[in-house]
Nanobody
Framework: QVQLVESGGGLVQAGGSLRLSCAAS????????IAWFRQAPGKERDFVSGISRGGWSSYYADSVKGRFTISRDNAKNTVYLQMNSLKPEDTAIYYC??????????????WGQGTQVTVSS
């Protein structure tokens, strides 16, 4: 089992950057794939990016390719999402999630509480 806590959200102007962190508890963190999802008001929760347990594979939604970068530091039990060139449509609550399967869209077993990202125009 793993517990996840997101941080790093905030208010930023369009074109700016933020780095989200997902800190995990548990000694088995390195066995989990980690993904970021986001949910805007009135919309479904969407897959943003995922990274494999060793960090050798990563996946991105088309809407964030070239702007967002996911990475992980297993020694620190942390996954990061570097978000550059932010747009107002990136405004959402961002969640990190974990599962033992590949870090692609789908069902995830463990979720954090979310962190708000707001991009002003």
């Amino acid at each position: 089992q793993v517990q996840l806590v997101e941080s790093g959200g905030g208010l930023v102007q369009a074109g700016g950057s933020l780095r989200l962190s997902c800190a995990a508890s548990g000694r088995t963190f390195s066995t989990y794939s980690i993904a970021w999802f986001r949910q805007a008001p009135g919309k479904e929760r969407d897959f943003v990016s995922g990274i494999s347990r060793g960090g050798w594979s990563s996946y991105y939604a088309d809407s964030v390719k070239g702007r967002f970068t996911i990475s992980r530091d297993n020694a620190k039990n942390t996954v990061y999402l570097q978000m550059n060139s932010l747009k107002p449509e990136d405004t959402a609550i961002y969640y990190c999630a974990a599962r033992l399967d590949t870090p692609t869209p789908g069902h995830y077993d463990y979720w954090g509480q979310g962190t708000q990202v707001t991009v002003s125009s």
